[in-house]
C-alpha cells in the first residue's frame, strides 16, 4: 500500500540534545513537508521541499534542520536550540505544491 | 494578514441529526481550499479540494461547498464513526507566487448514538 510513514511514533528527548524524525513515503511525490501541531492551534509549516537536494522554512523554522537527499525520504532533526519542542510532528507529501497534501501519521515528542 | 477561522470549536450532535461546519477565509486570491479529516493521535486524511466559489463536493455523508468568503462542510445525518476533528486549509494566491497552506485551528465533532 502506498503511504507516508513516520517513526517513531513517540519520541522523548533529554535537554541539549539533537533528535532525529523520519519520514519515508512511496507515493512518488515531489513535495514534501514538515508541520508542527500544538493543542487548540492550527498546524504551522517548518520546513518544505519541492524537489530533492532543496527546501525552504516555512513560518516556525528556527531550531530545525531537514534534509532531502532522496525523493522518498525528509527527515527532521530537532535540536537544542529549540526549547519548547514538545508537540506531535506531520509529515506531508503531495503530488505537486497546488495539490492535496497527505499525511503519515505523526510523531509525538516530548521532554524527558 | 492572512487568515482562517473555523466555527463552531467543538459540535456535540445526537445520531442522525444533520448539522454544518463553516470555514471562513481572509487571503489575497486562493488557489483552493482543502477539507480534512483528523483522529485522535492519527494524521489528516483528506477528504475535498475546492478551487472556485459555487463549486461543490461530495463523498458518503459529507458535501463541502464554496463561496468567495467561506466554506461549509455539510454532514448529513451524522453517525458515530463521523466523530473526529475536522480541518480547513486555505492555499492562497500570492501574485502568482505560491503561497503556503493556512490552517484553520479545527472543529471537533461528536456525535453520540
Known amino acids: 500500500d502506498g503511504g507516508i510513514t513516520q517513526s517513531p511514533k513517540y519520541l522523548f528527548r533529554k535537554e541539549g540534545q539533537n533528535v532525529t524524525l523520519s519520514c519515508e513515503q512511496n507515493l512518488n511525490h515531489d513535495a514534501m513537508y514538515w508541520y508542527r501541531q500544538d493543542p487548540g492551534q492550527g498546524l504551522r509549516l517548518i520546513y518544505y521541499s519541492q524537489i530533492v537536494n532543496d527546501f525552504q522554512k516555512g513560518d516556525i523554522a528556527e531550531g530545525y534542520s531537514v534534509s532531502r537527499e532522496k525523493k522518498e525520504s525528509f527527515p527532521l532533526t530537532v535540536t537544542s536550540a529549540q526549547k519548547n519542542p514538545t508537540a506531535f510532528y506531520l509529515c506531508a507529501s503531495s503530488p505537486g505544491v497546488q495539490q492535496p497534501q497527505h499525511f503519515g501519521d505523526g510523531t509525538r515528542l516530548s521532554i524527558l | 494578514e492572512d487568515q482562517v477561522t473555523q466555527s463552531p470549536e467543538a459540535l456535540r450532535l445526537q445520531e442522525g441529526e444533520s448539522s454544518s461546519l463553516n470555514c471562513s477565509y481572509t487571503v489575497s486570491g486562493l488557489r483552493g481550499l482543502f477539507w480534512y479529516r483528523q483522529d485522535p493521535g492519527k494524521g489528516p486524511e483528506f477528504l475535498f479540494t475546492l478551487y472556485s466559489a459555487g463549486e461543490e463536493k461530495e463523498k458518503e455523508r459529507l458535501k463541502a461547498t464554496l463561496t468567495k468568503k467561506e466554506s461549509f462542510l455539510h454532514i448529513t445525518a451524522p453517525k458515530p464513526e463521523d466523530s473526529a476533528t475536522y480541518l480547513c486549509?486555505?492555499?492562497?494566491?500570492?501574485?502568482?507566487?505560491?503561497?503556503?497552506?493556512?490552517f484553520g485551528k479545527g472543529t471537533k465533532l461528536s456525535v453520540k448514538p
Open positions: 486549509a486555505v492555499h492562497p494566491n500570492y501574485g502568482g507566487s505560491q503561497g503556503n497552506l493556512i
